[in-house]
């Protein structure tokens, strides 16, 4: 029995064939990237090159030089953050739905530099950001900093990101998007959305392998190295080169991982009705999971924008037990607990043991739904 | 005409089918790793904990737990030398054939901490290290770190770690060992060398992909965490979990890579004559390089420990002209220039253009050492 997978959150699952192949021929042919070198290193980093390209297009910044590689959005996250300058009682904002990628460095910089963590007004009820609040917020509190989580991991939540960057602008502060689980489904134009710094994972809407994550940079505030190595050109320097994306690249890239991702991102922009496929199941979903009183569940409720995500509490079972359920009997994957998010979980009332999170991807069909129903039938009947 | 592959020391290449095998498997069946969670992403931290243990066999450490992955052998020593304490005016010593992945951090600690770096006395002549020079100077500026390369990536030469360590451990000095060269290759002890902490890539020696190298911990010292982000346990935490690995691991491991690096090992420990090989073309190698005049080789001169690494100057050509030349002509592919070990250079005398440097990996043949051979006497017969 194939295996219903309903975790695309943590990492899109299957690939497309095409990402598979792009993987496998790099690693037959490919060896470190390099320019200067010989042929087999030159055809390496023409591969990285163009998927360099390829993501500046996607989110509309025209230096191909300001993507930078890294193993993965935690990392791409960590960089900026550890690599922008704080001052004592500087204020950055965030929002309940931060991943702990986002949460732990920033609890770090608060022990650091003294900074002020402020959660953005999100109203509970409608699950909508309020934007009027958030203005006042800005002006008694200057932001430095505003930390956009794209989309929300737990409840699919997608921040009306050009309003909050508009009024981060008019104050100054940089603007920092999370994108990791947007990139692919939600579009977004860095220049005229005003986003300073867009972090993305390869493995998820892009349909990319673990292993390439990386950081957008549209702002003239130099980001300092936060890992320091070999970065095959410049050797002589002590510190990392001055320029992108060298300074923020240090040690071998993973050629393999961003050919793959380039074959993701390809498939992703041949692919437009891919989106629109995952919201009609998730609505289907959605239906089914209101069928049953014992299942609770927390999705955003604009269909226009949300992620096809949503975590539910179910009366009876923790999480883990229902989850587990799910596995075993249904052969159904799904991810329960706090999904790396603590605070969403507190802010939706569904910690400490979280929720079971289902979350639709590319490759899911009416079919994989239709089990879904028949379990909670099965179940609840 | 195949490519004639003599950079064995950037990334090994090509791998064993098992590897290609391994990660293209995992790739179709493998998720997100996770203890706790659905039968799929359970197998797949099957094979992480296997790995781990595989690991931990290599290098005589008793605790699994005690390996912990990085995206790269790069991360893992920033890992370490960021996550030690250091105090003003302490001691680190290094030897000049640190790669940028360690001299870059170091140079870091230097500025932050005002710690003094110190050059482990190494003879030109012989390319032989001075224990008793070194003991002496231990007793002078005693060792707070000690950081052994442990084989070089420019003339291959292979330090005495076991005498080193037990100088150090008499000053109750940590000892980090960069293995990224040796591991797979050179037999390696921690528990009774006296190793505190090593460092691992997985994509040279150890026949694994680009993508996965770790660190392997043999001290209670606690390695404060440098990358902050989801542990997938104790989300929780403000902090990231106490315990190893999961402190030093945040964000989803590269579980493709890991499984090709499983594979790489296993490859490994069951051709043990892929040293012996590789020294036998080397010693050829050698033989050829040194029947032109215009051929200056810089090679560790110790037949039983060193690596099949030969750095070359050439008369009459630059490092680089001569590589392209190889490549081009002959579709040999070498690399030129300073092979991110900027001192190493400058100590054998070839800084500031660097040198060509050939290195021989586990699938290089006879008929590879002999066209390098024919290449020469065209060139300079």
Redesign the interface.
């Known amino acids: 029995m194939e295996?219903i997978?309903l975790?695309n959150s943590?990492?899109s699952?299957?690939?497309p064939p095409e990402v598979?192949d792009a993987?496998?021929s790099m690693?037959?042919h490919g060896?470190?990237a390099?320019r200067?070198?010989?042929?087999?290193?030159r055809e390496t980093g023409k591969v990285v090159d163009k998927t360099r390209e390829s993501l500046a297009r996607l989110v509309g910044v025209n230096e191909p030089s300001n993507v930078v590689f890294t193993?993965?959005?935690?990392?791409a996250?960590?960089t900026v953050l550890f690599g922008l300058s704080f001052s004592y009682g500087d204020n950055i904002y965030l929002s309940p739905f931060e991943?702990?990628?986002v949460?732990?460095?920033l609890?770090?910089l608060r022990d650091f530099w003294n900074v002020n963590l402020r959660m953005m007004p999100v109203e509970r009820s409608e699950l909508v950001y309020n934007l009027d609040e958030l203005n006042k917020e800005f002006k008694r509190n200057r932001p430095k900093l505003v930390v956009v989580n794209h989309g929300s991991n737990v409840c699919g939540l997608v921040a009306p990101l050009t309003e909050i960057a508009a009024l981060a602008r008019d104050y100054g502060a940089w603007v920092l998007v999370d994108a990791a689980q947007t990139l692919g489904t939600i579009p977004i134009d860095m220049l005229k959305q005003n986003v300073d710094f867009l972090v993305f994972a390869g493995?998820k809407d892009l349909l990319g392998?673990?292993?390439v994550g990386g950081l957008v940079i549209n702002n003239s505030t130099n980001i300092e190295p936060f890992?320091?190595?070999?970065?095959?050109v410049e050797?002589?320097l002590?510190?990392?080169p001055p320029e992108y994306p060298h300074r923020l690249e240090?040690?071998?890239?993973?050629?393999?991982?961003i050919a793959g991702l380039l074959a993701g991102i390809d498939f992703v922009k041949h692919n437009i009705d891919i989106r629109e496929r995952k919201q009609r199941l998730f609505a289907s979903l959605l239906d089914l999971l209101g069928r049953y009183p014992e299942v609770k569940a927390f999705a955003s409720p604009n269909h226009q924008t949300r992620l096809p995500i949503v975590s539910c509490t179910v009366a009876g079972y923790t999480p883990?037990e229902f989850?587990?359920v799910?596995?075993r009997h249904f052969?159904?994957?799904?991810?329960?607990?706090?999904?790396?998010?603590?605070k969403a979980h507190e802010f939706l009332g569904t910690?400490?043991l979280g929720a079971v999170r289902f979350s639709i991807g590319a490759f899911n069909t009416e079919r994989d739904i239709a089990t879904v129903g028949e379990a909670l039938e099965q179940l609840f009947r």
Request: proline share 8%.
């Open positions: 295996t997978y975790d943590a990492t699952f299957p690939k598979y993987i496998a690693m037959k060896v470190n390099d200067g070198g010989y042929t087999l290193a193993p993965s959005a935690t990392i996250l960590n991943h702990n990628s949460l732990r460095p609890y770090r493995h392998p673990i292993g890992i320091f190595g070999g970065t095959g050797s002589k002590e510190n990392m240090a040690g071998s890239l993973n050629v393999s991982a883990q989850a587990t799910l596995d052969n159904i994957a799904v991810r329960a607990g706090l999904h790396c998010a603590p910690a400490p």
